[in-house]
């Protein structure tokens, strides 16, 4: 580049390279090369080495294998323990209790809550804000950073309280939990989510509002996926929802995300009905927008999202609306759960253990995630497979590049903006890239 | 101290499990749990005490000084000290540096936590123990050193609860 302006000429060149992309969980580099006109390179670099928890886990008992394949993510742990129970438990044929499933669900939302209230405040803000990082926020805006603070323990507690641990929680095990809460622990949750984090979102979305247009106005057609259950927005179970096709039973799962490598990429890529797709907040909103809560629906209406949602950046704000739903769906768990009291249940263990194949799948901040085991008639599992959100999501972000770069330059951006637009595009798919680099074997063919 | 006037305090242990010495914060919480769970540990009636065993998530440990809370915050680190020595010491008695030539192994996010409280004007109502680690290569469990340590650890903890208002 010459100078810091670039016109929209049809012969511009055009280098950028950002190396370890910021405020994402991971390694990543971002590699844009343009030469006369012609876009030669635009991709998202993911440089961290494989991790082999499908092979670590062979051989291990039923009983272990959440706890090892929650360690997959620090953000996400508790939604690969439940992605992994459920599918140990289709495999070994265990049949858990209703209110089991409704404090899993309990702990979901709760885990959704913290991991996108640190998105957005933490990771997110400071690009609309103008700052390099939420410390400086500190200074020019406390009470802002004070209240996204307030959100993220209240959430860290409501997991501490239902699964033992703010993080990796120990009392999940197949057929049920080692320990349940109190029906105190309920009623204090109950209360710090009608009493804080409630006036806490309404709060945020009136702070949302006024940075709306500070969101790059890009769209792109796309296919979003998600899971959709019957009756509920889906975050625990459902079916594997397309805005493109439809319908596909969590069995079938991988006519959907027919991985596939890349040179540029030490984790996977997919896609489906077209080059890509798109899995997380947006992906979910897209297919479940008739099921929002009514608070969350107003805040969807005041954010301006209504489906099909088309914006990459926006993800960030239907973060907002899924958090204010969680809160909804928690409250309505708790009054359940607090007027019949807690039942004292011991996990369910299977009569006999079998050969078995289990896939299952749920909604983890990020997007869905799925779970593949196949046992031994010992518990062992002797095969595994587990597609992460981020994965799903490369090939979207590689997609999302190739249009927004001449975008970019018809808006007549300086290289600066690019650039930050370009790592704010990466960060509102609030990737975790650690996670997403899973495979055993790969041939690259370059 | 009177039954009801005790401040609350939360005890947060820092550091990953999977590096050996690196998780000595979360070991010794979790030790802390267990002695007070099973009443072993009896702080004074009245007083709220949070023991979290928080990973790597050192924005935990500011949100809950930002809550008002005081803070003990228990990470391994690199002190120049014989593995297994440990220190108690105030954000402004020390600097954090760098990743590869500070403090404690993950002290970049640790730092920015404590910019973070700092800034927030509650950096005076956080305590760090500081342990000097010695192996935070992959595996489990701590070196002998530090596992031998560990009732050490946690004494010098319960006698900072017991000095804080």
């Known amino acids: 580049m010459s100078n810091s302006t670039v016109s929209g000429g049809p012969r511009i060149s055009l280098n950028i390279e950002v190396p370890y992309v910021t405020r994402v969980e991971g390694h990543g580099n971002i590699v844009i090369d343009m030469r006369k006109g012609k876009l030669i390179t635009s991709h998202l670099e993911v440089v961290e080495p494989p991790r082999y928890f499908e092979a670590m886990i062979k051989g291990f008992s039923y009983m272990d294998i959440a706890l090892i394949t929650s360690r997959i993510c620090g953000i996400c742990s508790v939604g690969h323990q439940m992605t992994s129970l459920k599918a140990t438990e289709k495999a070994l044929g265990i049949s858990v209790s209703e209110q089991t499933v ?89 209360d710090m989510l009608a009493n804080q984090m409630v006036p806490d979102a309404k709060a945020s979305l009136e702070l949302l509002k006024t940075l709306a247009g500070k969101f790059p106005a890009f769209e792109r057609d796309t296919e979003y996926v998600g899971l959709r259950d019957a009756g509920e927005y889906a975050f625990y ?46 992906g979910r909103l897209n297919n479940n927008f008739d099921l929002l809560n009514p608070l969350a629906r107003s805040v969807a209406d005041q954010l301006g999202l209504k489906p099909i949602v088309k914006n990459p950046f926006l993800n960030t704000a239907a973060q907002l609306v899924e958090t204010v739903h969680v809160v909804e769906e928690s409250l309505k768990i708790l009054d359940q759960l607090i007027a019949r009291g807690v039942r004292d249940e011991k996990p369910v263990v299977p009569d006999k253990l079998r050969e ?85 074997d790969v041939e690259f063919r370059t | 101290m009177n039954a009801g006037t005790a401040e609350p305090i939360s005890i947060i242990g820092l550091g990953n499990i999977e590096k050996r010495d690196d998780g000595v914060g979360v070991r010794v919480v979790e030790g802390l749990r267990e002695q007070l769970d099973s009443g072993e540990w009896r702080p004074e009636v009245g007083r709220d005490l949070a023991l979290v065993a928080a990973g790597a998530d050192t924005l935990l440990a500011a949100a809950h000084a930002a ?67 010695q192996d935070v290569g992959d595996g489990c469990g701590l070196s002998q050193r530090l596992q031998a340590r560990l009732p050490e650890m946690q004494a010098r903890i319960k006698e900072e609860v017991g000095l804080l208002p």
Not at chain 1, 252 to 257: A, E, G, K
Not at chain 1, 385 to 401: A, G, K, V, Y
């Open chain 1, 356 to 440: 078995g194949r289990g896939a299952e799948a749920t909604e983890v901040p990020r997007g869905i995630l799925f779970h593949d085991y196949t046992y031994d008639n010992r518990g062992q599992v002797v095969k595994a497979n587990c597609i992460i959100p981020t994965t799903q999501n490369t090939q979207s972000i590689d997609d999302d590049m190739r249009e927004l770069v001449p975008w970019m330059i018809e808006k007549g951006m300086s290289k600066e903006q690019m650039t930050l637009t370009l790592e704010m595009l990466v960060r509102a798919y609030d990737p975790c890239i650690s996670c997403s680099v899973h495979f055993l």
């Open chain 2, 67 to 133: 809550d008002g809370r005081w803070v003990i915050m228990v990470d391994a680190a690199r002190m120049g000290l014989p593995a297994g020595e440990f220190r108690m010491f105030e954000p402004g008695d020390v600097e954090l540096r760098g990743r590869d030539q500070g403090l404690a192994p993950h002290d970049s996010d640790l730092a920015e936590a404590l910019r973070l409280v700092n800034d927030l004007g509650c950096a005076e109502r956080v305590r760090i123990m500081g342990i000097q680690c």
């Open chain 1, 102 to 190: 409704l404090l899993r669900k309990l702990l979901t939302y709760g885990a959704t809550m913290q991991s996108h209230v640190l998105h957005i405040f933490f990771l997110a803000a400071p690009d609309l804000l103008g700052v390099p990082s939420v410390v400086p926020l500190a200074a020019s805006h406390p009470d802002v950073v004070k209240m996204a603070l307030r959100m993220k323990k209240l959430s860290n507690d409501i997991c501490d309280r239902l699964g033992g641990r703010t993080i990796h929680p120990n009392r999940l095990v197949p057929g049920g939990f080692t320990k349940l809460p109190s029906t105190a622990d309920l009623k204090w949750i109950r």
């Open chain 1, 237 to 282: 179970d459902g079916q594997i929802a397309s805005t493109d096709t439809g319908l596909t039973p969590v069995g079938n799962y991988l006519s959907v995300t027919n991985e596939f490598v890349v040179p540029h990429s030490t984790a996977k890529h997919c896609r489906h009905a077209r080059s890509s797709y798109f899995v997380g907040a947006l």
